[in-house]
C-alpha cells in the first residue's frame, strides 16, 4: 500500500507541538519567532518524515507563490552565470526559488515568457534580458509585478535597476590605451538597442575627445550584436576602411575574441601591431591567445544587489518604494593585448583584401545606429 503524503500537523505530532509552531519553524521569514534549538528540533523532525510543503495549497493561503521569473538572453554566455548565483544565493536566504529562461535576445519570447511567467503566479521578476524599449516591461510594472532590470536598464526611470558603470568603464579602457602611447584608435562599439552598447558608445566618445584622439569618428563600427561573428566582422569592416589605427576597443569580451579572429585572418600581430580590449572580463578572458585585457564589471554583486532589491518590494505596500538606480563601479585589468604604441604603422595591413569574407558593411554591423 502506497504511503501516504506527510502533511504538517504529522510534524507537529511527532514533535509535540501545535501546527502552526512547525509552519513558524519550516518558514524563514517566520523562524525567528521561536527558540533555535526548537526550530532546529522540528527541522530535522520533518526531514525524518520527509515532509514536503504544499507549495499549491500555500500559495492560495498568503498569494504568494515564493517564486521569481528570471529572464536572460542566453545563459550560455558566461557573464549570466555568476548573475543568477548571486540571484539565487539571495533569493534562497527568505526561501524564494528563481525560474530562469532564455529569451534568445528576442522581444516577441522575451514577452512570451514573460506572459507564461505571470500566469503561473511569479512574484516578481528580474530582467537581464532587457532592451532600451521594452513595453512588457512597463507594463509588467504598471500592473503591480516587481520588476528589476540587471545588467541592463530600459529609458523608463520608474523601473530599478542594478548596472555597472559602463560609461566610466569604456573610459578606463581608452585611458589605459592613450598611456601606452596610441593616439589612433578604434572603437566596436555594440548594439545601441542595448543600453551597455549605448552607455559604453558614450564612454568611448567623451573619451576620445578628452584626449584628442585622431580620426576617431571615422573608425567607429556598430555591431548587431554582442557575439564573436560580429566582433569578427565589425573588425574587418574596420580594417577595410583603410583608416590606420593602433588599437582597437571592443564594446565586450566576446567582440574582442571575434577581433582577435580576424586579426589572425590578415596576418595582424597583437599587440605589436594592433592592441585590443574587451568588456566584462568573462570567466576565461585570461586563457584567450594572448590573454585579453578588458575592462572587469561586477556580476555576483549585480545579481546579489537586484535579488535584494526584488525582496524589499515583495515586503513593501505596493507603490510606496520610490525606484532603485544603483551603478556599480567597474575596474580595468590589463593583460596581453596591449601594448606600447608601434613605432611606425604598418599601412600596408588596412584596406580591402579580395581574400576577405567582406570588404564592405557586414549585415551584423547596424549602419542605422551610427546617428545615435
Same mark, same amino acid.
Given at each position: ?10 510534524? *507537529? ?13 519550516? $518558514? ?66 527568505? @526561501? ?9 535576445? $528576442? ?7 514573460? $506572459?507564461?511567467?505571470?500566469?503561473? @503566479? ?24 516587481? #520588476? ?20 566610466? @568603464?569604456? *573610459? ?8 601606452? @602611447? ?29 584626449? +584628442?584622439?585622431?580620426?576617431?569618428? $571615422? ?8 557575439? /564573436? /561573428? ?12 583603410? =583608416? ?14 571575434? *577581433? ?9 600581430? #597583437? ?25 572587469? =564589471?561586477?556580476?555576483? /554583486? ?10 524589499? +518590494? ?46 564592405? +558593411? ?11
Amino acid at each position: 500500500m502506497a504511503k501516504g503524503r506527510v502533511k504538517l500537523k504529522d510534524v *507537529a505530532a511527532a514533535a509535540g507541538v501545535h501546527a502552526s509552531t512547525v509552519s513558524r519553524a519550516l $518558514d524563514p521569514k517566520t523562524r525567528h519567532l521561536i527558540t533555535d534549538s526548537l526550530a532546529e528540533r522540528i527541522t530535522r523532525i520533518a526531514s525524518e518524515l520527509q515532509y514536503r510543503p504544499n507549495s499549491i495549497a500555500s500559495s492560495l493561503r498568503t498569494q504568494q507563490s515564493m517564486t521569481i521569473g528570471v529572464l536572460v538572453p542566453d545563459i550560455t554566455n558566461m557573464i549570466f552565470p555568476p548573475i543568477l548565483r548571486g540571484i539565487e544565493d539571495t533569493l534562497a536566504q527568505q @526561501g524564494y526559488v528563481p525560474i530562469i529562461a532564455n529569451t534568445d535576445s $528576442d522581444p516577441v519570447k522575451e514577452r512570451t515568457l514573460m $506572459d507564461i511567467m505571470r500566469a503561473r @503566479g511569479v512574484d516578481g521578476l528580474i530582467l537581464a534580458s532587457a532592451q532600451r524599449q521594452d513595453a512588457a516591461i512597463v507594463q509588467a510594472m504598471e500592473d503591480g509585478i516587481p #520588476v528589476v532590470t540587471v545588467n541592463r536598464m530600459i529609458d523608463d526611470e520608474r523601473v530599478s535597476y542594478v548596472i555597472n558603470n559602463e560609461t566610466g @568603464g569604456l *573610459a578606463l579602457a581608452v585611458d589605459h590605451i592613450v598611456e601606452l @602611447g596610441h593616439r589612433t584608435v578604434a572603437h566596436l562599439a555594440g548594439p545601441q538597442r542595448l543600453s551597455t552598447g549605448l552607455f559604453r558608445y558614450y564612454g568611448f566618445c567623451r573619451a576620445a575627445k578628452k584626449h +584628442r584622439l585622431r580620426k576617431w569618428r $571615422d573608425l567607429i563600427g556598430f555591431a548587431g550584436a554582442f557575439n /564573436e /561573428e560580429s566582433g569578427r566582422e565589425g573588425c574587418l569592416e574596420l580594417l577595410d576602411r583603410g =583608416i590606420p589605427f593602433t588599437a582597437l576597443i571592443t564594446a565586450n569580451d566576446r567582440l574582442a575574441i571575434g *577581433a582577435l579572429q580576424a586579426l589572425s585572418i590578415r596576418g595582424i600581430k #597583437v599587440p605589436e601591431e594592433v592592441s585590443v580590449t574587451g568588456y566584462n572580463d568573462m570567466p576565461f578572458a585570461d586563457m584567450t591567445t594572448p590573454p585579453l585585457t578588458t575592462v572587469r =564589471i561586477q556580476t555576483y /554583486e549585480a545579481g546579489r544587489r537586484a535579488a535584494e532589491i526584488i525582496l524589499e +518590494r515583495l515586503g513593501a505596500e505596493r507603490g510606496t518604494l520610490p525606484a532603485v538606480h544603483e551603478v556599480l563601479e567597474v575596474e580595468m585589468v590589463p593583460r596581453q593585448t596591449t601594448g606600447p604604441v608601434p613605432a611606425t604603422i604598418n599601412e600596408t595591413i588596412f584596406g580591402p583584401r579580395g581574400d576577405t569574407p567582406s570588404a564592405g +558593411r557586414s549585415a551584423d554591423i547596424a549602419a542605422s545606429e551610427t546617428d545615435r
